[in-house]
């Protein structure tokens, strides 16, 4: 049996990438009445398109319910100006403002090879963000502590800065 390797190969550094990532208001690739989410907060959820709620708050078809005083949309409420957030649905829900849009495709224009096939997976920019809030390898110092203990979910185009040994 022959595997498909073309997931693991490398592109040739003078061929530009061709991210997938699609930006665009609303950003959904679903039907208008469904969203996704970010799932797992097990008090919050930020669905696609910005919104982050209580998950008691949370529709059926996968949406914050916006008319919940609670609700926001696009919330940094956790979040460091580097982009680097103590709450993963904050992370999401910042890194969704329309706003962002320059600085993430500057990180997708200079990520590095190691994370390319990662990011290229990417359909649009909610997928992006919840990738770039998860936790990696970028978050970390010496394998095993955070840069940033607090703010470990970072959208930003630099990790945490080093903590001194």
Known sequence: MVRDRTLLQVQEHEQPI???VKFSSGNSSQLSNQCRNSVQGKLLITDELGYICERKDLLVNGCCNVHV???KLYSCDSCLPNG?????EFCVSCCLQPSKQHLLERFLNRAAMA???LFMAVEDHFELCLAKCR???QSVQHENTYR???AKYCYGEYPPEL???
């Open 115 to 117: 994370f390319q096939n």
């Open 18 to 20: 061709m991210w997938k």
């Open 163 to 165: 903590l001194p040994v």
């Open 69 to 71: 005083p609670s609700t």
């Open 84 to 88: 680097c957030c103590s709450i993963y």
């Open 135 to 137: 936790t990696s390898s």
């Open 148 to 150: 940033d203990p607090i």
